[in-house]
Nanobody
Framework: VQLQASGGGLVQTGGSLRLSCAASGSFYSVNDMAWYREDPGKERALVAFWRWTGATHYAESVKGRFTISNSKDTVYLQMNSLKPEDTSVYYC???????????????WGQGTQVTVSS
């Protein structure tokens, strides 16, 4: 199982970007998918979370600006009204069941750089 993240880039303050993270390989189901971001010298922090039930959760700093959504085995993060403080490396994470009788395992995608210029 692999998570492939894409969509990062350079954007001006107030601009938008859309990140994608696709799960591939052989597995039974995706329990949840999330986006984290990591700044130098800091711990990786949750940005947005999606569960198979449709429930979502956002960090306070991105509420009203970011939207997480899911289509099949891909999670998207629509980022609007971007600010310089959103500059970071973004990682996707997913808990995936490889078989019906096994507990979900944690998978991480590679990071994608988001840079917001002032």
């Amino acid at each position: 199982v692999q998570l492939q993240a894409s969509g990062g880039g350079l954007v001006q303050t107030g601009g938008s970007l859309r990140l994608s993270c696709a799960a591939s390989g052989s597995f039974y189901s995706v329990n949840d998918m999330a986006w984290y971001r990591e700044d130098p010298g800091k711990e990786r922090a949750l940005v947005a979370f999606w569960r198979w039930t449709g429930a979502t959760h956002y960090a306070e700093s991105v509420k009203g600006r970011f939207t997480i959504s899911n289509s099949k085995d891909t999670v998207y993060l629509q980022m609007n009204s971007l600010k310089p403080e959103d500059t970071s490396v973004y990682y996707c994470k997913s808990n995936i069941k490889n078989a019906i009788d096994f507990p979900p395992l944690v998978y991480w995608g590679q990071g994608t750089q988001v840079t917001v210029s002032s």
